[in-house]
């Protein structure tokens, strides 16, 4: 008998680059013991941070989070998983569309519990709004390779 190796009972499956899995620990709880929503938020900013500081090649700062919805919650244990994907550039902006989609550890079927769209500007050493350069060629072909996975 062959085994399913994908569960995903719904249609949606993630959109966007993988960029940040992690295993949520006891230490990213609430005190209702669930996962921390500020703990999850944060995952989000890092991942889409480093997206941003790839994009703009060096340092950007979140601006504004909007549209952050938090679907269903987080328990320890799961396996959480953060994908990215950059819906706009602007002259010194980026947003940034997330999604983190859980996993419990002892089975294989995922579902989407949080995502919102983060705006990071791109920052001169001064900490002042710099414009966010052309795509390189390779940044080009590795976007047309990765824009939905
Ligand atoms: C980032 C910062 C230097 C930008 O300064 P600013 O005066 O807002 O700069 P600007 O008005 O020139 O805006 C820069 C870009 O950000 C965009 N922007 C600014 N505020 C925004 C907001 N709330 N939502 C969406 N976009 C925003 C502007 O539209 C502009 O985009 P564009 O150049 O692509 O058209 C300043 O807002 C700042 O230091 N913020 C704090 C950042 C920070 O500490 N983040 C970590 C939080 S813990």
Same mark, same amino acid.
């Given at each position: 008998?062959?085994?399913?190796?994908?569960?995903?009972?719904?249609?949606?499956?993630?959109?966007?680059?993988?960029?940040?899995?992690?295993?949520? &620990?006891?230490?990213?709880? $609430?005190?209702?013991?669930?996962?921390?929503? !500020?703990?999850?938020?944060?995952? &989000?900013?890092?991942?889409? !941070?480093?997206?941003?500081?790839?994009?703009? $090649? !060096?340092?950007?700062?979140?601006?504004?989070?909007?549209?952050?919805?938090?679907?269903?919650?987080?328990?320890?244990?799961?396996?959480?998983?953060?994908?990215?994907?950059?819906?706009?550039?602007?002259?010194?902006?980026?947003?940034?569309?997330?999604?983190?989609?859980?996993?419990?550890?002892?089975?294989?079927?995922?579902?989407?519990?949080?995502? !919102?769209?983060?705006?990071?500007?791109?920052?001169?050493?001064?900490?002042?709004?710099?414009?966010?350069?052309?795509?390189?060629?390779?940044?080009?072909?590795?976007?047309?390779?990765?824009?939905?996975?």
């Amino acid at each position: 008998m062959s085994e399913t190796t994908s569960q995903t009972p719904c249609e949606e499956f993630p959109q966007g680059i993988p960029t940040i899995r992690v295993v949520a &620990m006891p230490t990213d709880t $609430n005190p209702g013991g669930d996962i921390f929503g !500020g703990w999850l938020v944060s995952q &989000m900013d890092l991942a889409a !941070g480093t997206v941003a500081a790839s994009r703009a $090649n !060096g340092r950007c700062a979140t601006v504004a989070i909007n549209n952050l919805t938090f679907l269903k919650p987080v328990v320890v244990g799961d396996e959480v998983s953060i994908y990215t994907n950059i819906t706009h550039t602007g002259r010194t902006s980026l947003k940034i569309h997330v999604q983190t989609w859980r996993r419990a550890r002892d089975t294989h079927v995922t579902s989407k519990v949080t995502e !919102g769209e983060f705006v990071f500007v791109a920052l001169t050493d001064k900490h002042q709004p710099r414009p966010i350069p052309p795509l390189s060629t390779k940044e080009e072909l590795h976007d047309s390779c990765n824009t939905t996975i």
